[in-house]
């Protein structure tokens, strides 16, 4: 997949307006944990690439991890865990 980040950091599709995605953002940077940022409603494809990854749903955040899973939604403890932090 062509958005799989680097080990020890994620890739986060949102939107602006999104609350949760801001809250994640924030408690990444507080931690130090990378992450790169990806606008569905700016880039091309991505949407898409949301829905199919939520059944249907374009939810964010979604993010992906460098294992090549994804989670919607995801606590900072859970980003910490996958990332073995």
């Known amino acids: 997949m062509e958005y799989t980040p680097e ?3 994620i ?3 949102s939107t602006v307006w999104c609350g949760y995605c801001k ?11 990378g992450y790169t940022e990806i ?7 991505t949407a898409e690439l949301v829905e199919k990854l939520n059944d249907g749903n374009q939810t964010v955040p979604t993010v992906i ?3 090549g899973t994804s989670a919607t939604n ?8 996958k990332l073995g932090l």
């Open 7 to 9: 080990a020890g950091t």
């Open 11 to 13: 890739t986060m599709f």
């Open 23 to 33: 809250r994640l953002k924030k408690q990444l940077e507080a931690k130090g944990i």
């Open 39 to 45: 606008s569905i409603e700016d880039t091309p494809g």
């Open 65 to 67: 991890y460098p294992d």
């Open 74 to 81: 995801p606590s900072l403890n859970d980003v910490m865990a």
